[in-house]
């Protein structure tokens, strides 16, 4: 699960890790009053979406002074921010986070992740801070600094000290960036992320360390720990189907391709959307009803398969297990008696009770391809989905 930076910086704060002044706006007035409270002269406003490089698109931009920060946070507020992690229909700002500008002396990169050939977290700095880490990893991977953490051990004062000294910290600054590295080491683990990144980390002028950007993402497999990070969770920033698949507890993910999949299991559906490629075509999303699902789920999952209108085939791919082939049938029968189906369906269907859900797809008198085998079934909507 992902967060905004207004956010990920409240939880820093828990964890005693330095971040500007500010707080977060939903209209131009309220800008002004945060920045009011702040103080100073110069004040930052900050698209909150779920994505990077909001400064290249926009994003982000310098105020001279208070009323600066309401015309900024009006002109930001409401626009279709686009960048290279949004995709080119972009994301719609509805809040603005107002902070402090701040004198700059360094720009550095920190993040922890999960490495999971180590099967491990890893702590990556790097002086090449401001830059997309990527890039700098393409580029110039020497600039980067790690340190793989035993989670049974724990991060080791030695381990923090390499990280400062690895990027040219000297002198105070070495036990700032130490207590710093160690308390975002801690909120990773407390709240079981699955990445935390400071771009930049910066050191003022006046010799403090601060995170002037902070992105988290949690372990979705972790969340039921932790509860109170579900009241986190923005609406606005996912798919709507992806949104409607979760309410239904479906397993669904919004791909670029024509090709509509239902399939049971994780495994299984990787297999189909292999095969769909192999055939010559694109999947359009990945949907998994599992083992367990209801002629209602399936009913449900039908349904947001054909909510996206780029599908052009549906490919149903069953082994029946738990997942019994006639549930199935009934709850695709009674999808499409909901819904006008438009696009050709191709269903393969093996395992349990499956005889008894080809007779109902049969004798429904609705139009289906029956296919023979999963590559017979990809090759049949490889073909009606160009």
């Known amino acids: 699960m992902k967060i905004h930076e207004y956010q990920a910086k409240q939880l820093l704060q ?12 939903a209209d131009p007035h309220e800008a002004y009053q945060v920045a009011e409270a702040i103080g100073g002269m110069t004040y930052v406003v900050k ?3 779920h994505a990077g490089g909001r400064g290249k698109g926009g994003g982000v931009k310098v105020a001279a002074d208070l009323n600066e920060v309401r015309q900024l946070a009006e002109s930001i507020l ?43 977290p890893v702590i990556m700095i790097s002086a090449a801070g401001g830059m997309e880490i990527e890039e700098v990893a393409a580029r110039t991977p020497e600039l980067i600094i790690k340190e793989a953490i035993d989670p049974a051990v724990g991060l080791m004062p030695y381990q923090t000290r390499n990280l400062a000294f690895g990027v040219g910290l000297e002198g105070g600054l070495i036990r700032t960036a130490s207590g710093f590295i160690t308390n975002l080491y801690r909120m990773f683990m407390a709240y079981d992320c699955s990445l935390v990144e400071i771009n930049p980390l910066v050191v003022t002028t ?25 009241e986190l969770e923005d609406p606005n920033e996912m798919d709507p189907l992806e949104l409607e698949a979760k309410k239904h507890n479906l397993n669904y993910i919004r791909l670029d391709g024509t090709v509509g999949a239902m399939v049971n299991g994780a495994g299984l559906a990787m297999a189909t959307m292999d095969l769909i490629k192999l055939a010559g075509a694109e999947p359009a999303n990945f949907l998994d009803v599992g083992g367990g699902a209801s002629a209602d789920m399936i009913t449900n999952g039908f ?25 199935l049938a009934q709850g695709v029968l009674e999808a499409v ?31 289906f391809t029956v296919a023979s085998d999963m590559l017979d079934a990809a090759h049949k909507v490889a073909a009606l989905a160009k």
């Open 47 to 49: 698209a909150q979406i």
């Open 78 to 120: 409401g626009m279709t921010l686009v960048t290279h992690q949004t995709g080119p229909e972009g994301r719609v700002v509805k809040k603005v986070l107002v902070e402090q500008a701040l004198d700059i002396k360094q720009e550095l990169y920190l993040g922890i992740v999960i490495d999971r050939a180590q099967a491990r």
């Open 206 to 230: 006046d010799g403090q360390m601060l995170a002037l950007d902070a992105k988290v993402n949690f372990d979705d497999n972790a969340l039921y720990r932790h509860k109170e990070l579900l």
């Open 337 to 367: 008696k909901q819904v006008q189906v438009q696009v050709p369906i191709i269903i393969r269907l093996e395992g349990t009770h499956c005889e008894i859900g080809r007779d109902l797809l049969k004798d429904s008198g609705l139009n």
């Open 303 to 327: 349904r947001i398969i054909l909510g996206d209108p780029r599908v052009k085939a549906i490919l149903i791919n069953i082994f029946g297990g738990i997942l019994r082939c006639d549930v």
């Open 14 to 25: 828990e964890f005693n890790v330095p971040i500007p002044q500010g707080g977060v706006a």
